[in-house]
Structures are given as C-alpha cells and as structure tokens.
C-alpha cells in the first residue's frame, strides 16, 4: 500500500490549504484514513480521522472548528480542508491507512503511512 500527500506549501496566516491523499489500493475502501503532523522539534500528533464509511470523524482540540477531514472511497482519496490557519499549524502533514474501520487518535492503530507534504504557515 502506497499513501501520496500533496497539496502543502506556504500560506499567511488566516489562510488555507487544502491537503490530499491518495492511497494506491482498495485496501482503504475498509479502512479508516487519518492525518497526523510533526513540526520542527516536536513529536508526531493526531490531527484527524474519518471512518471507512466517512459518516465519523475526530479531530483534535487544536484544529477543531478550523480542519474538515472527507474522503472519497471511489477515488481511493481522503482530504484535509485547514482554514483559519496559525503559524503553530507549521508541520510536515502525514496520511495513514488504519488498521480498523472506526476513527482514532492512536498512531499504533495505523499500519501504512505516507512521506508527508509540508504547510508552512508565515505570521
């Protein structure tokens, strides 16, 4: 299974991206998607997870009200809509395919993961 993110670059702050991921087999069509992010000197973080049927989501507190994770089974894609964003939103962005079919914030529950496409939010 591969995992291919695109859509970062660099935006001013109260501005927005829209991230991509394309996962390269149906494998995902059961699986729930999630993105995570790590920025410079941190550690890795949840960001959002939708569930194989797409009606469950869960974000984290930080992006919550600002980031809207979708997907689209058809196309093997899962997107990540940030608007509102903040310069602590400065990270490299990470796709995964979960192991299970239902939303989590647990880094352990996911089995594949992408390279990442890097947002970098200017104040």
């Known amino acids: 299974v591969q995992l291919q993110a695109s859509g970062g670059g660099l935006v001013q702050a109260g501005g927005s991206l829209r991230l991509s991921c394309t996962v390269s087999?149906?494998?995902?069509?059961?699986?729930?998607l999630g993105w995570f992010r790590r920025a410079p000197g941190k550690e890795r973080e949840f960001v959002a997870s939708i569930s194989w049927r797409g009606g469950d989501t869960g974000y984290a507190d930080s992006v919550k009200g600002r980031f809207t994770i979708s997907r689209d089974n058809a196309k093997n894609t899962v997107h990540l809509q940030m608007d509102s964003l903040k310069p602590e939103d400065t990270a490299i962005y990470c796709c995964?395919?979960?192991?299970?079919?239902?939303?989590?914030?647990?880094?352990?529950?996911?089995?594949?993961w992408g390279q990442g496409t890097l947002v970098t939010v200017s104040s």
């Open positions: 995964a395919v979960s192991r299970y079919s239902t939303v989590s914030s647990r880094a352990e529950y996911y089995a594949y």
């Open positions: 087999k149906r494998t995902a069509t059961n699986n729930a």
